[in-house]
């Protein structure tokens, strides 16, 4: 197996790029990508620090939930594991990448761009759900937005009612954050934690009155 490292070797596998792959990219946000994600419930938001380490969060909530305009979009910080390493990337690099999908549809939206947090009371007041305002906005100006092809969505099947895996196919995630954390036993890194194999039934109680 043969280790590729340069373009021009890539590019002798792939061609380049031409026609509407190219064409089709933006600068900002047209009426379809604003439809796109005024009816999408969920994105990714890449980031990378300032070494170049990559990280992929999901973001998700009632359609809409993104405010979207031709030039920038606005997304709630809902609350979290307090990790914080999409918000600490954006720090350090101010970049973000999106992903907006949009349930039954096998297209997404990929949008790039600049990026900055904020926290004032007016803006976070917006997007408040029963009273409870999100700590943060994260505002994404934007600098290049597309549509993707559904080929990986069409092979991977991932709307496929018939394809859909039982959640019974894997154990809990209580049972599986204990043996992951249980195997970390014998290192020095970070404070001893336990774990307890809590069902998935008493996790997802638990999350829903944290939603916001």
């Not at 005024?38 to 992929?56: E, K, N, Q, R, Y």
């Not at 009632?62 to 031709?70: K, N, T």
């Not at 920038?72 to 914080?84: E, F, Q, V, Y």
């Not at 092979?155 to 049972?175: I, K």
Request: charged share 25%.
């Amino acid at each position: 197996m043969a280790e590729i490292r340069d373009e021009d070797a890539l590019r002798r596998l792939y061609g380049h790029p031409g026609g509407r792959s190219v064409a089709k990219q933006l600068d900002r946000l047209d009426r379809h990508c604003l439809d796109f994600i005024a009816l999408s419930p969920f994105v990714l938001i890449a980031t990378a620090d300032a070494h170049g380490a990559a990280d992929v969060s999901p973001r998700g909530d009632l359609p809409g939930f993104v405010a979207a305009r031709a030039h920038d979009l606005l997304i709630p910080d809902r609350p979290g594991n307090n990790r914080l390493d999409s918000l600490t990337n954006i720090l350090a690099t101010g970049r973000v990448g999106l992903l907006f999908l949009v349930p039954g549809v096998d297209e997404t939206l990929r949008v790039n761009g600049r990026a900055a947090i904020h926290d004032d009371a007016e803006l976070t007041a917006r997007f408040a759900v029963g009273g409870k305002a999100p700590r943060t906005v994260l505002k994404v100006e934007v600098e290049e937005a597309y549509l993707h092809c559904a080929k990986a969505f069409m092979r991977s099947r991932l709307w496929d009612v018939e394809a859909q895996v039982a959640r019974s196919s894997l154990p809990t995630m209580g049972e599986m954050l204990r043996d992951q954390i249980a195997g970390k036993s014998g290192s020095t890194s970070g404070p001893s934690v336990v774990v307890e194999a809590e069902s998935q039934e008493a996790m997802v109680e638990r999350y829903r009155a944290i939603l916001y």
